[in-house]
């Protein structure tokens, strides 16, 4: 079964650094992009950013570059989003999803595996 | 102002067809990106319903499909199930932008 297992809820303070983790299992997990969603409380879907780890070719959203770091381990088949400060604003779920498709191709076809989820709650 | 526009809700009886608008411009969904669906049920994850603007992933009913026509895209659900029920997004791909959006989402009733 092709699956994506994110990390578990986070309760933190202001200023604290945080990384969560999205592993994946059943697929070649180089060979599909990794995206990260971003869903505020009872807010829509924000699209985080998205990196390849093949090659952890990464994008960001332009909302998203310097707030946070994507990076991925492929001998581990895990990705990874990491806060160096964190804010009450960041205060959210956090998604990742793979690439339905592989390589290239993968950037544009949309995303259909998705991990559960992780809860950040960011507050003093 | 959203790169990409859904109506904040629709609504319909059981067994009714219903579709949700996801509009674009010129620089998105215009230009040739492709639009892709997903569902949110409550407190769960999205999952895929359509992408490539017309394309079913294995397991999703047929009462799903796609569409895109201009700067726009169209999902609709035919023979509305109470299961249906959930926040529905589109997705599309921003030239002007260089970066994925999602639509504000849609909150589908049934009634």
């Known amino acids: 079964e092709v699956q994506l297992v994110q990390s578990g809820a986070e309760v933190k303070k202001p200023g604290e650094s945080l990384k969560l983790s999205c592993k994946g299992s059943?697929?070649?997990?180089?060979?599909?992009?990794i995206v990260w969603v971003r869903q505020m409380p009872g807010k829509g879907l924000e699209w985080m950013g998205i990196?390849?780890?093949?090659?952890?070719?990464?994008r960001y959203s332009p909302s998203f570059q310097g707030q946070v770091t994507m990076s991925a381990d492929k001998s581990i088949s895990t990705a990874f989003l990491r806060w160096s400060s964190l804010e009450a604003s960041d205060s959210a779920i956090y998604y990742c999803?793979?690439?339905?498709?592989?390589?290239?191709?993968?950037?544009?076809?949309?995303?259909?595996?998705w991990g559960q989820g992780t809860t950040v709650t960011v507050s003093s | 102002q959203s790169v990409l526009t859904q109506p904040p809700s629709v609504s319909g009886a059981p067994g009714q067809r219903v579709t949700i608008s996801c509009t674009g411009s010129?620089?998105?969904?215009?230009?040739?990106?492709?639009v892709h669906w997903y569902q949110q049920l409550a407190g769960a994850a999205p999952k895929l319903l359509i992408y490539?603007?017309?394309n079913r992933p294995s397991g999703v009913p047929d009462r799903f499909s796609g569409s895109k026509s201009g700067t726009s895209a169209s999902l609709a659900i035919t023979g509305l199930l109470a299961e249906d029920e959930a926040d529905y997004y589109c997705?599309?791909?921003?030239?002007?932008?260089?970066?994925?959006?999602f639509g504000g989402g849609t909150r589908l009733t049934v009634l």
């Open positions: 999803a793979r690439s339905l498709s592989e390589g290239a191709a993968g950037y544009w076809r949309g995303v259909d595996v």
């Open positions: 990196i390849y780890p093949g090659d952890s070719d990464t």
């Open positions: 997705q599309s791909y921003d030239s002007r932008m260089t970066d994925w959006f």
């Open positions: 010129r620089f998105s969904i215009g230009a040739g990106y492709d």
């Open positions: 490539g603007n017309t």
């Open positions: 059943g697929y070649t997990f180089s060979n599909h992009w």
